[in-house]
């Protein structure tokens, strides 16, 4: 594996990758260092077919604290345009393999939304979500403002983005930015879990469920019926969909990855 500064990356199950973000000293923040190898890791990793799922975690005291503010304070309109600021995250929206987020402590600003970015998101219940942008001057900037309206509602989103208050895991969860809240000392071992169970599934179905899901949020109901109707059709011509058919009828777990 390539040598990183900022994150470590680990496989610590068959199938299953783990990322974790590295800068301590900085509460993780997330400095365009960290851009490139997370995103530069992430993307090998979703190209390697052995694995089926990435687990992206940060420390027990902070997933992340947001976009490193001593990187960017003194940057100017024209730099930050012309450089394009952050849109090097787009390339993990663009991985497709299943992403599980284990957030511990603080998921502030760029943190929140690098967590919002993944596609299960189990949170310690020492976790704290918010964007404090508001704080500094600013506003999210990467995808803050669209990806927590999408998942919580405008009420909540307005809340947290105007005021920049933190919302605890409990809270998280019931407005439905979170999907598990566990005690932190377990945090690791059930998101490596949840990763194990997604990376044991067919690949092509789960390449295609996390799509469909995904189409729901750019697109509309009539629209995206049509599209999972005409993935669903599209499984019937891949090995997986005979092999878990036919275990189902035998009564036998599917052997997806022999
Ligand atoms: N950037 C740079 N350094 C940071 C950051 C950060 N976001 N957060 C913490 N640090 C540093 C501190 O400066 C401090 O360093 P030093 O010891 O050298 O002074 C060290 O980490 C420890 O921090 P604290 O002493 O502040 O620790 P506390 O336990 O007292 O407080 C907090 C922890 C509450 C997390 C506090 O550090 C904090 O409020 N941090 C800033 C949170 C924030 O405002 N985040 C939003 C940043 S803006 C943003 O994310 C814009 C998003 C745009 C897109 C981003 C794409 C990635």
């Known amino acids: 594996m390539t040598e990183h500064e900022t994150i470590l990356v680990e496989r610590p199950a068959d199938r299953v990758a783990l990322i974790r973000l590295n800068r301590p000293k900085a509460l993780n923040a997330l400095n365009l260092r960290v851009m490139a190898e997370l995103t530069e890791a992430a993307t090998a990793l ?16 902070t997933f992340a604290a947001g976009a490193d503010i001593k990187e960017m304070k003194d940057q100017s309109f024209d730099e930050v345009l012309a450089a394009d600021w952050f849109a090097g995250w787009d390339a993990l929206a663009r991985v497709r393999t299943p992403l599980v987020a284990a957030v511990a402590g603080y998921a502030l600003g760029g943190g929140c939304e690098l967590a919002m970015m993944c596609d299960i998101l189990v949170a310690a219940d020492t976790a704290s979500f918010g964007q404090p942008e508001i704080t500094l001057g600013v506003l999210p900037g990467m995808g ?14 307005m809340d947290l983005c105007l005021t920049g208050r933190r919302i605890d895991a409990h809270e998280a969860e019931r407005c439905g930015l979170v999907s598990r809240v566990v005690p932190a000392d377990t945090l690791l071992d059930e998101a490596l879990e949840i990763a194990r169970t997604v990376a044991g599934m067919a690949t092509p179905a789960a390449i295609l469920a996390k799509e469909a899901v995904n189409r729901a949020f750019e697109t509309t109901l009539s629209e995206g019926i049509l599209f999972e109707r005409r993935v669903f059709h599209a499984t019937f011509a891949t090995r997986e969909q005979k092999e878990g058919m036919a275990a189902f009828v035998e009564k036998r777990p599917a052997r997806f990855h022999d």
Not at 46 to 61: C, E, K, L, M
């Open 46 to 61: 979703d190209r390697d077919p052995s694995v089926g799922a990435i687990v992206i975690t940060g420390s027990d005291r």
């Open 144 to 157: 803050g403002s669209q990806r927590l309206t999408r998942a919580i509602g405008k009420a909540k989103a």
